[in-house]
């Protein structure tokens, strides 16, 4: 199996990650495509993110898509599809895997050992995705959530400070899931008050590509700063 993802460059001593998928990694797929499949078994590849390949890689995709051979399979796995150029999705077969009834989700979560006060509470956080949900009761994120959640109220009361708050989200691998769920907590807000919808959407908006931009060169400290801070000025006037 191959799979295609983030992968490191290295540019001397320093390691740079990757934001897109190249047209170097789609053409060494078509190369392993080619080869003979060993022990007549078939070849499957993967490509996840399917979003991220940019423009010269989606089409260096195409001859292999419009060229199918018996045994080969190629999945793409996104949760925006709408990225995909439309070139692409025309050459795929979608298949959509929404998220279970809640009566589901939650015996799901209950035959693997979990109360049902943390799997309502799990599953409410993961709007519902079980696998989320018990992958967070799980490793702490419903704590790490719980935390996002206190940093909000605390700078929304004037008691948080906007950089160093910033500074210690940034400061970890859970940086990626404390933009989340501050994105998440943002919508739960704007649910509570009719009023500067527009300003907490647009907040939402912001957090989302900051979160995208994770793995650029950017100062993401002052970004996140700068968001944290404008948190800060929407609610104590909507106080």
Known sequence: ???????????????????????????????????????????VAIIEPADQLNDNAANALLKTLEEPSSNRYLLLVTDNPGRLPATVLSR???????????????????????ADADACEALDAARG???????????????????????????????????????????????????????????EAGKRQSAGMGRIGDWFNAVGRCRMQLRAPLRHDLVLAGLLHEWGNMFRRAG
Not at 92 to 114: K, T, Y
């Open 92 to 114: 795929c077969q979608r298949l959509e895997f929404r998220i279970p009834e809640p009566a589901v989700a939650r015996q799901w979560l209950r035959d693997r050992g979990i």
């Open 1 to 43: 199996m191959v799979f295609l993802g983030y992968v490191l460059n290295e540019k001397g001593s320093s390691k740079k990650m990757r934001t897109e998928l190249v047209v170097d990694q789609v053409r060494e797929l078509g190369q392993w495509f080619a080869l003979t499949a060993s022990q007549g078994v078939a070849q």
């Open 129 to 187: 995705h079980p696998g989320l949900a018990a992958e967070w009761l799980a490793q702490g994120g419903l704590a790490l959530r719980q935390e996002v959640k206190s940093d909000l109220e605390q700078i929304a009361a004037g008691r948080g400070s906007p950089v160093t708050t910033a500074q210690r989200w940034l400061a970890d691998d859970s940086a990626d899931l404390r933009l989340r769920f501050a994105a998440d907590l943002a919508l």
